[in-house]
């Protein structure tokens, strides 16, 4: 089971990336994901969700407005359209699927490797 991210890099502050999230070995149809991130000297944290079963997005309060969580279930493949980037966003977003089909409880138990996203001022 794999989940790569990708479509990380270096912006200036006011611009925008879309990251890709593809997974292969099994199906997450009917998962829950979502994408954290990590930022320097920082625990990983929260970022956007969407459910498994209509789904409902979900934002860290810090990313409302400006970030776009979306899924392409046929695909395999969870996006994240970032917009309007600030310094504060340079981290490494990881994509993340809940362990358990058909329960947006679950533990988020598969992980990608991760993509950098650097904003300079």
């Known amino acids: 089971v794999q989940l790569q991210a990708s479509g990380g890099g270096s912006v200036q502050a006011g611009g925008s990336l879309r990251l890709s999230c593809a997974t292969s070995?099994?199906?997450?149809?009917?998962?829950?994901m979502a994408w954290f991130r990590r930022a320097p000297g920082k625990e990983r944290e929260f970022v956007a969700g969407?459910?498994?079963?209509?789904?409902?997005?979900s934002y860290a309060d810090s990313v409302k407005g400006r970030f776009t969580i979306s899924r392409d279930a046929a695909k395999n493949t969870l996006f994240l359209q970032v917009n309007n980037l600030t310094p504060e966003d340079t981290a490494v977003y990881y994509c993340?699927?809940?362990?358990?089909?058909?329960?947006?409880?679950?533990?988020?138990?598969?992980w990608g490797q991760g993509t950098q996203v650097t904003v300079s001022s």
């Open positions: 993340t699927a809940a362990t358990q089909p058909y329960k947006d409880s679950s533990a988020f138990g598969f």
């Open positions: 070995g099994r199906s997450f149809r009917n998962h829950r």
């Open positions: 969407v459910s498994w079963r209509n789904g409902v997005t």
